[in-house]
């Protein structure tokens, strides 16, 4: 026979009325849970963006791509268990695992990360836009080697010959 389930709006009343009276939002042992696996997720996150920001400006730009994907899905996480903590923030039980100075961190953190990443990008772009002018100079669509034949493109195997010449 199958144990009796709980419901969080039992588990919710249940805390309620063994707590005292203070006025406080009263937090379940699921609630706490919650609150200490996001500050958790807050440290690892704020973390990884520093070693990110730390790795680009000592020029080892090949990071970007490795710290992609957990960059993600440490985000994603954040993302979706923000509305379980949301309520929980002014209680006193998150102010002594510090979220407020992590979420804090954590923005700082981003606000720099995204400002490198932004000064990447532009300068892909114009690497990008230079390369693409020397191989568009003069209308000529394409760079040429010495003796004249487009370099990297397939030669034809048909010669037209011009009848005025």
């Known amino acids: 026979m199958a144990g009796i389930r709980k419901f969080r709006f039992g588990e919710r009343r249940e805390a309620r009325e063994n707590a005292t009276s203070s006025g406080d939002v009263v937090l379940t ?6 609150l200490d696996a996001f500050a958790e997720t807050l440290k690892e996150t704020i973390q990884l963006l520093r070693e990110e920001i730390e790795a680009i400006n000592s020029g080892k730009l090949g990071v970007v791509s490795e710290f992609f994907e957990r960059k ?18 002014p209680h006193q039980t998150a102010r002594e695992k510090k979220i407020h100075l992590y979420l804090e961190e954590l923005k700082e953190a981003a606000a ?12 892909a772009r ?4 230079e390369i693409e002018k020397a191989s568009d100079r003069n209308g000529l669509s394409g760079i040429y080697g010495k003796s004249g034949q487009k370099l990297g493109a397939a030669s034809e195997g048909n010669l037209r010959i011009d009848r005025e010449f």
Do not use: C, H, Y
């Open 29 to 34: 042992n699921e609630d706490e849970q919650n």
């Open 72 to 89: 993600s899905k440490l985000m994603k996480w954040l993302e979706l268990k923000t509305p379980l903590i949301e309520p929980f923030l």
């Open 112 to 123: 720099t990360d995204g400002e490198l990443l932004s000064r990447m990008s532009i300068a």
């Open 126 to 129: 114009s690497v990008v836009r």
